[in-house]
């Protein structure tokens, strides 16, 4: 099949497409690089050994977009692209959602016009809130804390009614849970502008030298050593749930959505340890104050994805620790 991939540039966006392409699919990106660099789809065709056709293209842009569906005869379309920061998100969240929603909403006006009616959409276990009804499943009530969490919210709102309107529609909204690691070549990962604010990056960076030390956001939530649980999940398995996603799209599924986890949750000094134990290395940690708007706990019930998408997650906290740290090693300033 002909994918076109939106944010294919970005971190889960270029494993999907070392999935799509080792699949036999044909891909073409379109991203506006706004956090990515061109770098990791050279690095997806040294992967691969297939080529990929990329235009930096912003989907604010309708008009290029519409050329571009005009220019190429598309099977299906996952959608990545979208600004991921709950924090930039809360300091501004008019970019949050004219780049999030308005982009989509052009984006699927656009797969009206030309008739391509099959979509695979990244939502966000954000969506659950701050619930503590674990593990999570699909039917949990929804609720966002933040912008980022609205837009996610809003656009699969946006996508129901469409698809109420049009039976002709497919979607699937995949909601990730934590993604962590990166290929096991080394050559692409997660390339994060800045300061990480995300927890395997972060001490990859401390292992590096790069940053003093990791603060742990908090001791006293309700967990087993009083540190956060979260579900992570290895981008490899997530980009392997989105060619399950584009198979189950054969079947006319209508709208669904589905969880994807491992189903396990970790604490942050779980992850701390077996990041150390895995590469042999101290990561020197400070406990300081709970970060405002973590959770204590989630992670969710993978039954649904595994008995529809026939999708489970095979990678374990081993794998996240070093196939980050391989990344961070290898490429100590990401793509520059
Ligand atoms: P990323 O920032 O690495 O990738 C997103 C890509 O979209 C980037 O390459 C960026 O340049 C591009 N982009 C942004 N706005 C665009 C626009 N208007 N036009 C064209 N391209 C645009 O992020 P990621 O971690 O790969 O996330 C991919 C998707 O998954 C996002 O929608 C994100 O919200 C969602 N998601 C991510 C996580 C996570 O923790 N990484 C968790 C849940 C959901
Ligand atoms: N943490 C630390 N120190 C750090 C960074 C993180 O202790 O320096 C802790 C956090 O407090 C949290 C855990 O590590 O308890 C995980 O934090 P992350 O920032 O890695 O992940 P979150 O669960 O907060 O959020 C991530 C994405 C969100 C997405 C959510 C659910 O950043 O965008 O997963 O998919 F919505």
């Known amino acids: 099949?002909?994918?076109?991939?939106?944010?294919?540039?970005?971190?889960?966006?270029?494993?999907?497409?070392?999935?799509?392409?080792?699949?036999?699919?044909?891909v073409i990106v379109i991203d506006n690089l706004s956090n990515s660099k061109e770098m990791s789809?050279?690095?997806?065709?040294?992967?691969?050994?297939?080529?990929?056709?990329?235009?930096?293209l912003d989907l604010l842009d309708k008009v290029k977009l519409n050329q571009l569906f005009?220019?190429?005869?598309?099977?299906?379309?996952?959608?990545?692209?979208?600004?991921?920061?709950?924090?930039?998100?809360?300091?501004?969240?008019?970019?949050?959602?004219?780049?999030?929603?308005?982009g989509s909403v052009n984006l699927f006006d656009v797969m009206t016009k030309h008739n391509v009616k099959n979509l695979v959409f990244s939502s966000s276990a954000t969506v659950y809130g701050l619930t503590d009804s674990l593990p999570l499943k699909e039917n949990c009530p929804l609720s966002a804390e933040n912008p980022y969490g609205r837009t996610k919210i809003m656009i699969e709102e946006i996508l129901r009614d469409l698809?109420?309107?049009?039976?002709?529609?497919?979607?699937?909204?995949?909601?990730?849970?934590?993604?962590?690691?990166?290929?096991?070549?080394?050559?692409?990962g997660e390339d994060p502008s800045g300061i990480p604010n995300n927890l395997l990056p972060y001490i990859s960076q401390v292992a590096i030298g790069k940053l003093k030390q990791l603060t742990v956001y908090g001791n006293d939530y309700a967990t087993h050593d009083g540190t956060c649980i979260r579900d992570y999940v290895?981008?490899?398995?997530?980009?392997?749930?989105?060619?399950?996603?584009?198979?189950?799209?054969?079947?006319?599924?209508?709208?669904?959505?589905?969880?994807?986890?491992?189903?396990?949750?970790?604490?942050?000094?779980?992850?701390?340890g077996s990041f150390e134990r895995a590469n042999n290395i101290a990561i020197p940690y400070t406990i300081g104050p709970r970060r405002p708007g973590?959770?204590?706990?989630?992670?969710t019930d993978p039954g649904l994805a595994m008995s529809e998408l026939g999708w489970q997650a095979n990678l374990g906290i081993e794998d996240f620790c070093r196939d980050a740290w391989r990344w961070q090693q290898d490429n100590p300033n990401g793509y520059e």
């Open 234 to 272: 290895h981008v490899v398995d997530l980009a392997k749930g989105h060619i399950s996603a584009i198979e189950k799209l054969d079947s006319h599924p209508g709208l669904v959505i589905y969880n994807l986890g491992t189903g396990n949750g970790y604490s942050v000094m779980d992850m701390l």
């Open 163 to 188: 698809h109420d309107s049009d039976n002709a529609w497919n979607i699937i909204s995949l909601r990730y849970f934590n993604p962590v690691g990166a290929h096991a070549s080394g050559r692409i």
């Open 1 to 26: 099949m002909r994918i076109l991939v939106t944010g294919g540039a970005g971190y889960i966006g270029s494993h999907a497409c070392v999935e799509l392409l080792e699949s036999g699919h044909e």
């Open 294 to 299: 973590d959770i204590d706990a989630s992670y």
């Open 41 to 56: 789809l050279s690095r997806v065709k040294e992967i691969t050994g297939h080529d990929i056709k990329f235009y930096t």
């Open 70 to 102: 005009s220019d190429h005869s598309i099977d299906s379309v996952i959608h990545f692209a979208g600004l991921k920061s709950v924090a930039e998100s809360i300091v501004n969240p008019l970019a949050y959602y004219r780049n999030n929603v308005s």
